[in-house]
């Protein structure tokens, strides 16, 4: 079965760092880019970090310079460290292949809550 499963998401005073772990199983991995996409209350879901099958990546201009996308390919795991966080990054974190197939490969999502 091909899915995503996310993971390491909390509560975190501003300022504080957190790393979200994505396990790729199936094929996906290395095939298509993986992303790391948020989505926050009342907001439209945006892009954060992704990752190419060539290990290109790129990241939205508001987590530039805050946050690291990373994987190891040898566990077919993305991670995205997140440093300095500020409580407008609360949201829920999704890690998705939105090229997969014809609807794309989403996880279940996870939450982090930055406290000021």
């Known amino acids: 079965q091909v899915q995503l499963v996310e993971s390491g998401g909390g509560l975190v005073q501003a300022g504080g760092s957190l790393r979200l772990s994505c396990a790729a199983s199936?094929?996906?991995?290395?095939?298509?880019?993986i992303g790391w996409y948020r989505q926050a209350p009342g907001k439209q879901r945006e892009v954060v970090a992704t990752?190419?099958?060539?290990?290109?990546?790129d990241y939205a201009n508001s987590v530039g310079g805050r946050f690291t996308i990373s994987r190891d390919v040898p566990n077919r795991t993305v991670y995205l460290q997140m440093n300095r966080l500020k409580p407008e990054d609360t949201a829920v974190y999704y890690c998705?292949?939105?090229?997969?197939?014809?609807?794309?490969?989403w996880g279940q999502g996870t939450q982090v809550t930055v406290s000021s």
């Open positions: 199936g094929s996906v991995f290395g095939t298509v880019t």
């Open positions: 990752v190419t099958r060539h290990g290109y990546i």
């Open positions: 998705a292949a939105p090229d997969w197939g014809a609807r794309g490969l």
